[in-house]
T-cell receptor, first 114, second 110 residues
Framework: NAGVTQTPKFQVLKTGQSMTLQCAQD?????MYWYRQDPGMGLRLIYY???????DKGEVPNGYNVSRLNKREFSLRLESAAPSQTSVYFC?????????????FGPGTRLTVL | GQQVMQIPQYQHVQEGEDFTTYCNSS?????IQWYKQRPGGHPVFLIQ?????EVKKQKRLTFQFGEAKKNSSLHITATQTTDVGTYFC??????????FGKGTRLHILP
């Protein structure tokens, strides 16, 4: 099992460009998450999905959109990238949304917006 | 909103010294989780504590959950270079979703 996979690993964008970060999990998990990690800020939740077909905003959703394409895949889209979106993006999955469930993280995408 | 506060933000220790990071909440937590992130890596789940006063050990790591379930600690005995990384605690918010602390970054001096 690959666990949680993310593509791409690295990306450089110019301000205003758009891109989609891909995430897939093969653990048959119901819930999936997108976080961003900035120095000194910990992990901040952007969006999450409780199950296929549902998505909800997290702590910092502005400037992002998501799609839960199916049970395995959860993508994050930046429509018009801004330098403030320079960050490391992690996708995670879990059995369910309950705080009792551990989260499994992907390797991350390191995004730089110039 | 609900937060879990971690201290310290950074810690430098000599190899072989002990290390402790603390996680505090203003409200009672139903459970708390701990994760480790190696430099350049991704967070990896270490453990979950559920019971008041619970203590769990993993080799040189000791995890405690406070009696009031408002705080938790991770203690590493005799640190090694493999312990380098950032340690996060995570607790539930009012909607029972996980909120991560900002983490404690551990540096080991050889």
């Amino acid at each position: 099992n690959a666990g949680v996979t993310q593509t791409p690993k690295f990306q450089v964008l110019k301000t205003g460009q758009s891109m989609t970060l891909q995430c897939a999990q093969d653990m048959n998990h119901n819930s999936m998450y997108w976080y961003r990690q900035d120095p000194g800020m910990g992990l901040r939740l952007i969006y999450y999905s409780a199950s296929e077909g549902t998505t909800d905003k997290g702590e910092v959703p502005n400037g992002y959109n998501v799609s839960r394409l199916n049970k395995r895949e959860f993508s994050l889209r930046l429509e018009s990238a801004a330098p403030s979106q320079t960050s490391v993006y992690f996708c995670a999955s879990g059995v369910g949304l309950s705080s009792y469930n551990e989260q499994f993280f992907g390797p991350g995408t390191r995004l730089t917006v110039l | 909103g609900q937060q879990v506060m971690q201290i310290p933000q950074y810690q430098h220790v000599q190899e072989g010294e002990d290390f402790t990071t603390y996680c505090n909440s203003s409200t009672t937590l139903s459970n708390i989780q701990w994760y480790k992130q190696r430099p350049g890596g991704h967070p990896v789940f270490l453990i979950q504590l559920v019971k008041s006063g619970e203590v769990k050990k993993q080799k040189r790591l000791t995890f405690q959950f406070g009696e009031a379930k408002k705080n938790s600690s991770l203690h590493i005995t005799a640190t090694q270079t493999t312990d380098v990384g950032t340690y996060f605690c995570a607790g539930p918010n009012r909607d029972d979703k996980i909120i991560f602390g900002k983490g404690t970054r551990l540096h080991i001096l050889p």
